[in-house]
Nanobody
Framework: QVQLAESGGGSVQPGGSLRLSCAAS????????MSWYRQAPGKERELVAS????????NYADSVKGRFTISRDNAKNTVYLQMISLKPEDTAVYYC?????????????WGQGTQVTVSS
């Protein structure tokens, strides 16, 4: 059973930093790309960043480029999101995500989310 457990959220002032973690279990972690999404109140969930299974390839939403860094430790089955220069518009619930294709069927798994609040 796939489990994704986010941690590291909190409240920070604008310009502050946070590092989110997502501990994964129940699948071969290094074989799959991992993603961070976020959902602000009244808005749709949006992709923030993704990282390939080996960690070499990453991509980011334009709104976070240069401020957020996604990384992973395959030995620890954990993916991270380092966030710096946080802005009030980064306030959202952040979710860890993995999509697996098995025998032609798409399986999408989400964590429970961790709240990030950026406010003065």
């Amino acid at each position: 059973q796939v489990q994704l457990a986010e941690s590291g959220g909190g409240s920070v002032q604008p310009g502050g930093s946070l590092r989110l973690s997502c501990a994964a279990s129940g699948f071969t972690f290094s074989s799959y790309a991992m993603s961070w999404y976020r959902q602000a109140p009244g808005k749709e969930r949006e992709l923030v960043a993704s990282i390939a299974g080996g960690g070499a390839n990453t991509n980011y939403a334009d709104s976070v480029k240069g401020r957020f860094t996604i990384s992973r430790d395959n030995a620890k089955n954990t993916v991270y999101l380092q966030m710096i220069s946080l802005k009030p518009e980064d306030t959202a619930v952040y979710y860890c995500n993995v999509v697996r294709w098995i025998a032609g069927i798409r399986y999408t798994s989400w964590g429970q989310g961790t709240q990030v609040t950026v406010s003065s």
